[in-house]
């Protein structure tokens, strides 16, 4: 039995395709780290959503610690 395999032939690269990763964890894990060691070069774009929780701890008068 033959069996015929498309070449895979997409990547990071490939406009129009939609590629994402998600990192979760406590402040101060190293998701800045990780990403900044795993994107590096990919010129993929990079959300933060770190900021929106800080700013919402901010607005609630919240403290960090």
Known sequence: MIK????????????????AFFLAGGPGSGKSFVTERV???LNLKVINSDSAFERGIKNASLSFE
Do not use: N
């Open 39 to 41: 994107t590096s070069g």
């Open 4 to 19: 015929m395999y498309k070449k895979l032939e997409e990547g990071v690269y490939d406009r129009g395709i939609f590629k």
